[in-house]
């Protein structure tokens, strides 16, 4: 039994729109034949033999990624494994990269955090999206048994052809829900989850998003880097709006979009007289489920946001006070594994005074293996008696500094 306090049915502004009929668009269909809502279901080897119960939507009132990932993760592990559920939210700004992927190579974390925008791991694989109000994230999660990849993409794009009037979408080679424009493909992201029952396609819609700031969020400072991870498969990008069918001025909204693919959902896995869709509100101030919280607690962890990054290497140059410098490095679950600095010393320093920073910076890198990669959290201090005088101390805080504004 699910909790009831996530049972509570839609009360929202835009939850209560895929209920009503709009002027715009068509309100739900049930009208497929039992025969034609099968053929419309994912064509796999237990097809006919699983019998699915009653279609759900949960349609999130929160904003907070955390919680949205940790809540979608929860609904795959928990609700009936022969239900169909759809999940649709939208985030704050952030950026949201793949559970096996590496954040420094797909963004640059320490200027995301100036311009205030939290970096989020998920649970799935796939590549780094950016998330924003224009954005809507969809998640249609199913029996492990009825999973293709291809089934959630051609839901969502035949909702918006159908629905929305947008004639260009389709679904590539890849399963990405697509834009045609000519001979050029323009993406919206998805990524899959399979667990022992059940199974996910969840993707992210651009509406309204701005593509100027996913451009800048989405921008690595690490040219150098070579990492085990998995890396993003960059493609064009577009939104919705860009697309607008002629017939209309009006804009795409979230809760056209809520509309249209709430509608083709029901359309596929609800029946009128015996599995009738039912739509949820959810509401992060009524969820009081430990498993969703502890989710979340565990999303925001250094250990998950940085630490699931696998093995990598860089290597980084720059010209500081005292002369040239360059570091080569690898790094462990984000931990330093291996340092060196290397010096080239300004055109009229001696050779004995060259030796002497050398040997410094020798001490230096020991001493930052086994700090976390780009923060070098505890990093000052000193390295031992030789290294004492005040000269030394600014010297070592002017490479960390330099590290941590370069990593």
Request: proline content about 5%.
């Given at each position: 039994?699910?909790?009831?306090?996530?049972?509570?049915?839609?009360?929202?502004?835009?939850?209560?729109?895929?209920?009503?009929?709009?002027?715009?668009?068509?309100?739900?269909?049930?009208?497929?034949?039992?025969?034609?809502?099968?053929?419309?279901q994912?064509?796999?080897?237990?097809?006919?033999?699983?019998?699915?119960?009653?279609?759900?939507?949960?349609?999130?009132?929160?904003h907070?990624?955390?919680?949205?990932?940790?809540?979608?993760?929860?609904?795959?592990?928990?609700?009936?494994?022969?239900?169909?559920?759809?999940?649709?939210?939208?985030?704050?700004?952030?950026?949201?990269?793949?559970?096996?992927?590496?954040?420094?190579?797909?963004?640059?974390?320490?200027?995301?955090?100036?311009?205030?925008?939290?970096?989020?791991?998920?649970?799935?694989?796939?590549?780094?999206?950016f998330?924003?109000?224009?954005?809507?994230?969809?998640?249609?999660?199913?029996?492990?048994?009825?999973?293709?990849?291809?089934?959630?993409?051609?839901?969502?794009?035949?909702?918006?052809?159908?629905?929305l009037?947008?004639?260009?979408?389709?679904?590539?080679e890849?399963?990405?829900?697509?834009?045609?424009?000519?001979?050029?493909?323009?993406?919206?992201?998805?990524?899959?989850?399979?667990?022992?029952?059940?199974?996910?396609?969840?993707?992210?819609?651009?509406?309204?998003?701005?593509?100027?700031?996913?451009?800048?969020?989405?921008?690595?400072?690490?040219?150098?880097?070579?990492?085990?991870?998995?890396l993003?498969?960059?493609?064009?990008?577009?939104?919705?709006?860009?697309?607008?069918?002629?017939?209309t001025?009006?804009?795409?909204?979230?809760d056209?979009?809520?509309?249209?693919?709430?509608?083709?959902?029901?359309?596929?896995?609800?029946?009128?007289?015996?599995?009738?869709?039912?739509?949820?509100?959810?509401?992060?101030?009524?969820?009081?489920?430990?498993?969703?919280?502890?989710?979340?607690?565990?999303?925001?962890?250094?250990?998950?946001?940085?630490?699931?990054?696998?093995?990598?290497?860089?290597?980084?140059?720059?010209?500081?006070?005292?002369?040239?410098?360059?570091?080569?490095?690898?790094?462990?679950?984000?931990?330093?594994?291996?340092?060196?600095?290397?010096?080239?010393?300004?055109?009229?320093?001696?050779?004995?005074?060259?030796?002497?920073?050398?040997?410094?910076?020798?001490?230096?890198?020991?001493?930052?293996?086994?700090h976390?990669?780009?923060?070098?959290?505890?990093?000052?201090?000193?390295?031992?008696?030789?290294?004492?005088?005040?000269?030394?101390?600014?010297?070592?805080?002017?490479?960390?500094?330099?590290?941590?504004?370069?990593?």
């Amino acid at each position: 039994m699910l909790p009831q306090a996530i049972l509570r049915p839609c009360s929202s502004r835009f939850a209560a729109s895929v209920l009503c009929e709009s002027h715009a668009f068509r309100p739900f269909s049930t009208s497929l034949s039992r025969k034609e809502q099968k053929a419309a279901q994912p064509q796999t080897a237990a097809t006919d033999s699983i019998v699915l119960s009653a279609p759900v939507t949960y349609i999130s009132e929160s904003h907070d990624p955390w919680f949205n990932l940790s809540y979608e993760d929860w609904l795959l592990r928990n609700t009936p494994h022969n239900q169909p559920v759809l999940f649709l939210y939208r985030n704050f700004p952030c950026v949201v990269i793949g559970r096996n992927q590496n954040p420094w190579k797909e963004t640059t974390p320490h200027k995301l955090r100036e311009a205030g925008i939290p970096l989020v791991r998920r649970r799935s694989g796939g590549g780094t999206v950016f998330h924003d109000m224009g954005n809507t994230n969809f998640s249609i999660i199913l029996p492990r048994l009825l999973f293709t990849r291809s089934h959630g993409a051609e839901v969502v794009s035949k909702a918006i052809r159908e629905r929305l009037g947008i004639k260009e979408c389709t679904v590539n080679e890849r399963n990405d829900v697509i834009i045609k424009d000519g001979e050029k493909e323009l993406k919206m992201s998805s990524a899959y989850k399979i667990i022992q029952h059940r199974a996910y396609h969840h993707g992210t819609m651009l509406i309204s998003s701005s593509l100027s700031e996913l451009g800048k969020s989405l921008k690595s400072s690490s040219p150098n880097m070579e990492t085990k991870s998995i890396l993003s498969h960059r493609s064009p990008v577009t939104t919705l709006n860009h697309y607008l069918p002629s017939t209309t001025q009006k804009a795409i909204h979230h809760d056209d979009f809520v509309h249209a693919v709430t509608s083709e959902f029901s359309k596929i896995y609800a029946n009128q007289s015996d599995k009738k869709m039912e739509t949820r509100e959810v509401n992060s101030d009524w969820i009081k489920e430990p498993k969703v919280w502890k989710g979340v607690e565990e999303l925001k962890s250094w250990e998950w946001q940085y630490g699931q990054t696998p093995e990598f290497t860089n290597s980084l140059e720059g010209e500081l006070s005292f002369g040239s410098i360059s570091a080569s490095l690898s790094a462990r679950h984000a931990v330093i594994t291996a340092l060196t600095l290397h010096l080239t010393p300004t055109l009229h320093e001696t050779t004995e005074s060259t030796s002497e920073k050398q040997s410094f910076l020798d001490s230096l890198a020991l001493s930052l293996v086994g700090h976390r990669y780009e923060s070098l959290d505890g990093a000052e201090g000193a390295l031992g008696h030789a290294w004492e005088e005040e000269k030394w101390r600014e010297l070592g805080n002017e490479i960390i500094g330099w590290l941590r504004k370069v990593m």
